[in-house]
């Protein structure tokens, strides 16, 4: 006779969690591409304040933000997420120099090329070489800071 | 105005994303943070499968208008390796990019967020401009 497999709560509720991510991604990199925000020419064109000015970065932030400040509002009633046993936000540090070094250092980059992390990775489905090349950097940099960064106690969370 | 709807609904649909992963899963759709806690080896798969669906984002689009959202590169291969490496090393160091601290962190109106959105901004806007100077 056999016997029923057993799946564990816990289980049902990581494969709930991976469905969700999935979704979310998807919609993430839709939202992405019918913004035009794929494109590294029209979010430099927002960057170009003193050039031929593009404002659509504007417009992508702004309805953004909405939406999620809406989703910040209904987190107040709610005890915790449904899929998860708490909500896992970042605890509010002081802004200290390694918020600004690091936003600035991430600033240059971004005007350099365009891209940054959302963008670069959902344009990897296009197969652009640049693309390959700019996400193999960054996961480089990435892994760069977090070396050196762990060699120091304190240092990065 | 209306040559910025697909802008504005674009941008609705990344709230929404952010959104759905922090009223269902709890947590913070930050792109760099969920590469950095999939390079640890935390939550390998529900961040794993947003990255694979963010991946999924392009062909969905195609799908419905027909054809790939565009991808103009202008920089040179030398810049666009020095630039991935400032993104990626920049975005670690300040926990955050344009995904986590521009759009769920404004939303949390979180002053750190907003400290890390102006500061990436000016620097954005310096650099583009001193291009612009450079090499017209």
């Known amino acids: ?157 | 105005m209306t040559a910025y709807w697909p802008s504005l609904i674009g941008g609705m649909l990344i709230g929404l994303s952010a959104s759905m992963l922090l009223l269902l899963n709890g947590r913070v759709a930050g792109i760099s943070g969920i590469l950095g806690r999939l390079a640890q080896g935390t939550q390998m798969l529900p961040n794993a499968a947003f990255v694979i669906g963010l991946m999924i984002g392009p062909p969905l689009y195609r799908l419905g208008s027909g054809a790939w959202p565009s991808v103009t590169i202008t920089a040179s291969l030398p810049v666009i390796t020095i630039a991935g490496l400032l993104v990626g090393f920049g975005s670690r160091m300040g926990s955050g990019c344009t995904s986590g601290h521009g759009v769920v962190g404004l939303a949390r109106l979180s002053p750190r967020s907003l400290a890390a959105v102006a500061t990436f901004l000016a620097t954005g806007v310096a650099t583009v401009t001193l291009m612009r100077l450079v090499a017209p």
Do not use: E, N, Y
């Open chain 1, 1 to 157: 006779m056999m016997r029923p497999a057993r799946i564990s709560s816990a289980q049902i509720l990581v494969a709930l969690q991976v469905l969700v991510a999935l979704l979310a991604g998807a919609v993430f990199g839709l939202g992405l591409s019918l913004s035009g925000m794929l494109d590294p020419a029209r979010v430099r064109g927002f960057l170009d304040v003193a050039g031929d000015w593009d404002p659509s970065l504007a417009f992508v932030l702004g309805g953004a933000v909405a939406v999620a400040f809406a989703a910040m509002v209904l987190r107040r009633h709610l005890q915790r997420p449904a899929f998860a046993s708490a909500f896992h936000l970042p605890a509010t540090t002081p802004i200290d120099k390694r918020l600004i070094l690091g936003s600035a250092i991430f600033g240059l980059g971004w005007g350099l090329a365009g891209l940054c992390p959302g963008p670069a990775l959902a344009a990897l489905s296009l197969g652009l070489a640049p693309v390959m090349l700019f996400v193999a950097a960054m996961l480089a940099g990435m892994t760069l800071h977090d070396r050196l960064a762990a060699r120091q106690p304190g240092g990065s969370r």
